[in-house]
Each structure stands twice: as C-alpha cells, then as structure tokens.
C-alpha cells in the first residue's frame, strides 16, 4: 500500500478541527486528527509546506520508519506544531493499516485488556449547588468519574466554569478574552468545594480538579495536602510542567495524585516524572503527542514506574484524535480512564465516530481502522474561524499562566 497523495481539511463545525487525508494506491484513504487549539494554520502551513509533500510513494504499512523519519530528518525536533502534524500522518496511517486488514486500531496494539475504558466528564458551575446539580445530571447519564470546577467567590470568570453554556469563548474574529486570576481566593476556596462536593455526591464517584497550570510548586503542594480528606482521583496541571523538578516538592507533601502533560509533546517532556514518580497520570494525546506510535512508547517506559495513562480528550480534540485514545485505552493495559466531554451536534454532522458511551465506559466499535468517517461536502460547509483560548493576569495586570 503506497502513500498517493493527501487532503488537508480545516473546518470549524462547531470549533475549528484539522483533519488529514492519507490517500493509497488500494483506493483506502487514512484519516487523522492535527488540530491544535489557537494554532491550527501552524499545523496545517507544516504538513502541507514541509511534512506531506515527503510522503508521496512511500509504503503506507511502514508507521515506525515514518515516525522516526519525520522525527530525525526534520533536524529540527519536538514542539507542539512538529509533533501534532506528525501525529496526524501516524493517525492516518495507523487508520490505514485497520482498514486494510480489516480489524479494528486496538487490535493491532495488543487486543482489549478491558471490558472498556472509565471515562470521566466535566461539571461545571457558577456556584457549589449548581456545580452539584451538573454533577448529579452527569452521574446520572452513567459517569462514574466527575471533574469539578467552579467559579471562585471574587473572581468574574475562571477557565474550565464558563458563564456562558460553551466551554471556551472561541468568538470569530475577537482577540484572546483576559480573565483576572487570584491565587489566594482560589486556595481558600477549593478545599471548601470539594467538602461540599464529596459531602453531596457520596463517597462512590471519582472526583477529579484541574488547576490549569496556575499554582507555585507550593501552593500546589498546600492545596493537594488540603484535598486529601476528599480522596481526589487526581489533581491536574497544578504547576507548569516545564521545569520537571518541580513536582518533587509537590510530590513530598501531598499524597493526593497528580496528573500531568496534556501540553506536552514528546517523551523528553515527562521522562524524569515518569522515573522520579514525581506524577501518577500522563495526560498525553495520540493528536499532540506525535501519534499512536509515539504513545505506545511512554505506556511502556511508565509501567514499571507504576505511572497510568489519561489521554486528554477535549472537545478541541477531534473524534479521529478520540477514537485513537479509545483504542489505545482499551489495548494499554496502564491506562487509566479517558477524558470525555462528548462534541457539539454541529461536529457530529461532519465525524461520524464508532465508538460509544456506555454506563460509564468507551468502547471504540469494532469498524476497521480508527472507526470514524468523514463528511468532506459536510466539512465544507463550516469554514475556519480564527479563535482563541482566553488568557490570565494578576489584579495587578501581571500576566499569568492560564
Ligand atoms: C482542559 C482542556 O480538558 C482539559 O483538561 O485542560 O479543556 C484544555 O484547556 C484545552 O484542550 C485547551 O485547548
Ligand atoms: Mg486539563
């Protein structure tokens, strides 16, 4: 099966999604998932200008040669746009290898090791008892594992509990909203949500928080020893992950778990948290973490380290990109859960994903490859829109992390 040619697709049904077409001389076309939220036209100006037009003729069996290809020949190496349009490609071809022996991704990498993957789901609100409400409502749709976050007492509007029923302002044309953040108000608060929350939902479901990077090593500490009573499935994101060592600190406090690395790209972000134990959960992507291939590998340097995968799974993630983590969830037998905010109807005119929700588990389906179609004509209609991600400052106009 020889690489033929490609279509790149960059659409907005819903949010903005880039989406790869691999083309073969069987007549099969691979489909992968390239999109990276804000930066889209990076990613498309990479593969179009500089990845795709290397491809033409090669053997669309061969997934590792290409990854090691496209890693070491570009010299340049690593970074979010690098390794999310190699990601795309190695989707692709992972998609085609399915389709062209007729089984479904997970068998190829291993075969299920599980009756389906935990997901867990967002719940947001502007207060405890409206966060508790959209909590229960999600319970009640089958989650077993809920993420809590909620508007902080003094703040206007704090990322991950919107206002507005959209998770992200993404509005055409404007520039990135600022939200004013207040480290102290949110420290106070937090440990009063999760005594609430935990008081109101039972001892039964998971609770997880996102702190969205925000936090000093010891502040994070400070609050993770403070969400202990409340046994947090995880805290994510509590402190940038760019310095690695910082996590010692955190780690040395609290014995609440961490999760890390939805941002990350390469396993030279995570290794010394995956050796140190300095994390419990790896949140990498198959999009954004340069594919399938590239996944596979962290599993297996984070098994004997008892450390688990948690594939980020937002909506900014297309169901191609999705459907590879369901797959990768159900064959990686250190995978943990599987984020799942589900995607706008607008989107699911345009993807037509196999796998399913079920009483709290994801199940991929058993069509060949990935499992997901492609509406082009459908696609067409919903053209990109420039959007971003909002983002944070002091009350003194320090500019922060977000
Ligand atoms: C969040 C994401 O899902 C998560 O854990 O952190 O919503 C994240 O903010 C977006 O994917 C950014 O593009
Ligand atoms: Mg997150």
Known sequence: MRITGWRVHLNSPGRNFLTLELETDTGLVGLGDGTLNGREHAVRAY?????????????????????????????????????????????????????VLGVPVYQLLGGRCRQGVMAYTHCHGQSVPALIES????????????????????????????????????????????????????????????????????????????????????????????LEPYRLFWLEDAVTGELQEAFRLVRQHTTTPLALGEVFSTVFDIHQLITNQWIDYVRMAPTHGGGLTALRKIAALAEPYHVRMACHGPSDISPIGLAAAIHFGLATHNAAIQEFMGHPPETLTVFKPAYRFDNGYLNPGEEPGLGVAFDTKAAAAHPYRRAYLPTARLEDGTAWSW
């Open 47 to 99: 593969l179009e200008e500089h990845l795709l037009p290397c491809l033409e003729g090669r053997d669309a069996f061969a997934t590792e040669d290409f990854w090691q290809y496209a890693y070491r020949g570009a010299y340049w190496r690593r970074g979010p746009v690098t390794m999310t349009a190699i990601g795309a490609v190695d989707l692709a071809l992972w998609d085609l290898k399915g389709k």
């Open 135 to 226: 909590a229960k409502a999600k319970q009640a749709e089958g989650f077993r594992a809920l993420r809590l976050q909620c508007a902080v007492p003094g703040l206007d509007e704090v990322y991950g509990a919107p206002k507005a029923a959209v998770y992200e302002p993404a509005e055409e044309g404007a520039l990135p909203k600022e939200e004013i953040w207040d480290t102290a108000k949110y420290l106070d608060f937090a440990p009063e949500l999760f005594g609430q929350a935990r008081a109101a939902l039972g001892s039964t479901p998971h609770l997880l928080h996102d702190a969205h990077h925000r936090l000093t090593p010891i502040e994070a500490a400070r609050l993770g020893q403070a």
